[in-house]
């Protein structure tokens, strides 16, 4: 009879509905999984053994405090969170006493450090790390201004974000091109025109760090990562089309990955984001979480990270091997019933 190990994954985006499919994949333990959201119609809950829908929480410590309670309430054993992932990171003593796994970076400063970007950057030049691109932190608007004009006297367009942003949220580009009538006839998507810009960063007098940087006009790279047991897994995948994706083996792209896990490592799953200007891939940021791209990762390089993941967390390791062959993958969107 195949043991049977409870995993809760708390208010996850869309795509984890094929991060639990992955996990499910394993020939001896029956993995039954516990999904929750605040959206009840989340399309995750297909593949969810058990849903809930989770009230709404303005405070850390509250929602650490009801994931406490939550993993008793269900016998959860293995918990995978995305939501409040810094807050639970901080408190992973309350999970340890009550027996419960938590795939998350244990090292609270660590992680604090990965979910802020500038102060991503700032680790990965003082450890000689990839590329960092040239950028300025700013909270007003005048220092928005001269960041803006620094950057354009070098670069053709500049972009802005939160320093701290989950999925690029708060990614603009700042765009000249979409002034006037021509403006009509563009897709705004994430761009701005600059006075459009100025306008609404002067309602606040200091708004929450911006980062202001060159836009990187090269392609980006998305490496899923998992450092085992057995060995570094790295997969980059490029996207090539709307819907196409390349895994690609660069040794640039390798290089940065096993310097990274050399020099600063990190427990769980990840992904590394680069984006190339010229000839150049440029570190934009670290997600310490499994991405939102993670399957086609998976099923290119022939690797299930999800389930390797945690099997890893509780203590079983599982055997993998890569072929490192570049391939090409795609996907279908499938209606479903909800």
């Known amino acids: 009879m195949r043991k049977t190990v409870k995993v809760w994954f708390n208010h996850w985006f869309s795509t984890a509905y094929y991060i639990i499919d992955l996990l499910k994949k394993d020939e001896e333990i029956d993995f039954h999984v ?20 989770e009230p709404s929480f303005s405070n850390d410590d509250y ?26 990171s901080k408190s992973i003593s309350l999970f340890d006493e009550i027996g419960v796994k938590v795939l998350v970076e244990r090292d609270f400063n660590k992680l604090a450090t990965l979910n802020d970007k500038e102060k991503t950057y700032n680790l990965f030049n003082n450890l000689g790390i990839g590329y960092i691109p040239p950028r300025y932190v700013v909270n007003n608007v005048d220092d928005f201004k001269l960041a803006y004009k620094t950057i354009t006297d070098s670069f053709e367009r500049a972009c802005f974000k939160l ?13 000249t091109s979409m002034q006037g009538y021509g403006g009509l006839f563009k897709q705004p998507g994430m761009k701005m025109t600059l006075d459009a810009t100025l306008a609404a960063l002067s309602e606040k007098e200091h708004f929450p760090e911006l980062l202001v940087m060159p836009y990187l006009k090269g ?3 998305s490496i899923d990562c998992l450092n085992t047991i057995s060995g ?23 290089k940065i990955c096993n310097d990274f896990f050399n020099k600063v490592d990190i427990s769980g799953p990840c992904n590394i984001q680069l984006k190339y200007h010229d000839d150049t891939p440029y570190l934009l940021e670290v997600n310490t979480r499994m991405s ?10 022939g690797i299930n990270i999800p389930n390797i993941a945690v099997n890893q967390l509780i203590g079983r390791e599982k055997s993998w091997s890569m072929d490192y062959i570049s391939r090409k993958v795609s996907y279908v969107e499938m209606p479903v019933i909800l």
């Open 163 to 175: 320093t701290k942003d989950e999925g690029a949220t708060s990614f603009r580009v700042i765009d």
């Open 63 to 88: 929602y650490v405090e009801f994931c406490i309670n939550f993993c008793k309430t269900n016998s959860i054993e293995v918990f995978v969170p995305r939501r409040g992932m810094q807050a639970i």
């Open 232 to 254: 570094l897994i790295s997969v980059p995948r490029i996207k090539v089309g709307s819907r196409i994706a390349e895994i690609r083996y660069d040794d640039e792209f390798m």
């Open 219 to 221: 392609y980006e790279v």
């Open 292 to 301: 939102g791209g993670i399957q086609l990762s998976c099923i290119g390089a």
């Open 34 to 53: 516990v999904g929750s959201n605040e959206n009840p119609d989340s399309v995750i809950k297909l593949v969810c053994n058990e849903w809930f829908v």
